[in-house]
């Protein structure tokens, strides 16, 4: 094993610290554990490793030590010219990328099935949004990535578009093949920022697809916390290698302002020993995985009221540890979800027909013991004949390219009952959670499949975050000529 690969300077620093049982006159207030609320005793322990920017402990915002090492190693780890710990999310990186290279006023193509700090951050950074529709699976209804021929016909309406921000791979771990995607996109003269938030072991290579930042793009952010053993909040930005210097600069400052200036060495240091962990993964590792990865699948396959989605066979790319099932009782997924928690087994999200599983990178469970549970809270449920399951298909004829309307903050707004918003232009976003993907958004003009779509998942029992839209009515723009 290289011991340059398995080293962590964080841990390490943090550790040391901790040896030598030092009397802390500095914040936090629990006092390195010494001071511990009723009913957090069973977190006394990882107090004292909740520290601050004392002496030795090095600064996230300047990192001169253990952090500065720390975050080359995951630089070298991933090919990338620069990497950075966040602590705030994905959603802190992705604030502060397009924040940090676009300008108010720029136009930049966005992946329309982005998650919602995408939104927050080109309304932050005030610049104008193109929404490019994705891909989406015939057979599931489910959104994937770009089109290339949609993209080019974007790219030739909005010739002076500064950046392209795609999110890669899906939530569901399925996307339309990226690298033609960022090829274009770069040959246009286009700026490509990443959401990869799922796609953090990417590195791994095969039989997992290529991280975009091998593949071109400017700036990639991942999620270390979805899919390496790294504390929830944990993530990773990495710059790639045709940056220049002042835009690098303006990164460092962007994440200053959204990162929190008291950053948690916990995350932090899980940051850096999931690098390691990552950057350690050996093949018996990947080949004991991929065992596991198929038993687990092959039992899912004998349940009759649950169908896996052969992504193998359709051609997408796709990340083997994301299992999608499909429901073939008359239970949503939103309901099989409900049921398997009964079962207490927790799964990542859920769509009117499927619910979503994640693996991870090791085996953490009894597979007999689970799909035994399984079985047993889905017996009671009949199958539901194929010839009676209608098929999830795309009411468009081609994806579509969608000028965001404007500045709405400079528009009047109003509520007006969900079934009358058919035409009128958005004021808030609706986003069903999780995943946290709009499927509204502000300054997007409303159209009656949009309200179908959004009713048909509140019958199905999705969960939206803020008011239900469609009993209590939609925030709408209220424009000149309606006026």
């Known amino acids: 094993m290289n011991d340059e690969k398995i080293r962590m300077p964080l841990v390490r620093a943090i550790q040391q610290h901790v040896k030598q049982k030092p009397v802390s006159y500095h914040v936090p207030g629990h006092k390195s554990g010494g001071i511990v609320p009723v009913g957090m005793e069973a977190f006394k322990d990882i107090l004292s490793y909740d520290l601050t920017e004392i002496e030795g402990m090095d600064d996230l915002h300047d990192p001169t030590g253990p952090i500065k090492e720390a975050e080359e190693l995951l630089a070298t780890c991933y090919s990338a010219s620069r990497s950075f710990f966040l602590v705030g999310g994905t959603t802190v990186g992705n604030l502060a990328m397009v924040y940090a290279l676009c300008s108010p006023g720029d136009h930049v193509l966005v992946q329309r099935n982005c998650h919602k700090s995408i939104l927050h951050a080109v309304e932050l950074a005030g610049v104008t949004p193109v929404y490019v529709d994705p891909q989406v699976d015939e057979q599931t209804g489910i959104a994937l990535g770009l089109n290339e021929d949609t993209l080019r016909m974007a790219l030739s309406q909005y010739p002076y578009a500064k950046a392209l921000i795609l999110t890669y791979p899906s939530y569901y771990g399925v996307s339309t093949p990226v690298a033609p995607i960022i090829e274009a996109a770069k040959q246009a003269g286009l700026l490509v920022f990443v959401d990869e938030a799922h796609g ?5 290579g095969t039989p997992f697809p290529p991280s975009s930042l091998t593949l071109g793009a400017d700036v990639v952010v991942q999620s270390a916390h979805k899919m390496l053993p790294a504390l929830t909040m944990g993530s990773y930005l990495h710059l790639g290698d045709n940056l220049e210097e002042s835009q ?5 400052r962007a994440l200053t302002i959204f990162q929190s200036s008291s950053p948690s060495y916990l995350i932090m ?7 390691a962990y990552l950057h350690s993964y050996t093949s018996d590792q990947m080949n004991d995985l991929l065992q596991e990865v198929k038993a687990f ?3 899912i396959r004998t349940i009759p009221q649950l169908e896996l989605v052969d992504w193998e066979k359709s051609g997408y790319s796709w990340d083997p540890l994301k299992v999608t099932i499909r429901s073939m009782s008359h239970l949503t997924g939103y309901e099989l979800q409900e049921k398997l928690h009964e079962a207490a087994i927790d799964v990542e999200l859920a769509d009117d027909q499927h619910i979503l599983l994640v693996l991870g990178l090791e085996r953490t469970g009894n ?13 009671p449920f009949d199958i539901i004949d ?12 081609a994806p579509t390219i969608e000028e965001y309307y404007g500045d ?5 707004t109003r509520k007006i009952p969900f079934w009358e918003a058919d035409g009128r232009v958005a004021a808030e976003a609706v986003i069903p959670y999780p995943p946290g993907i709009p499927l509204l958004y502000p300054g997007q003009k409303i159209h009656r499949e949009i309200l ?13 975050q803020g008011e239900d839209v469609v009993v209590k009515g939609i925030y709408v723009l209220e424009l000149e000529e309606e006026r």
């Open 248 to 252: 690098v600069q303006k990164i460092k």
């Open 408 to 412: 709405i903050h400079t528009y009047h």
């Open 269 to 275: 240091a899980s940051l850096d020993a999931a690098r």
């Open 367 to 379: 597979v007999s013991e689970i799909i035994d549970k399984i079985k047993d809270h889905l017996a």
């Open 386 to 397: 194929h010839r009676q399951i209608k098929e999830v298909t795309s009411n468009q004829e």
């Open 200 to 204: 953090a072991h990417f590195s791994l």
């Open 297 to 299: 699948k092959d039992e």
């Open 452 to 464: 179908d779509k959004i009713h048909r998942l509140q019958q199905a029992g999705a969960r939206f």
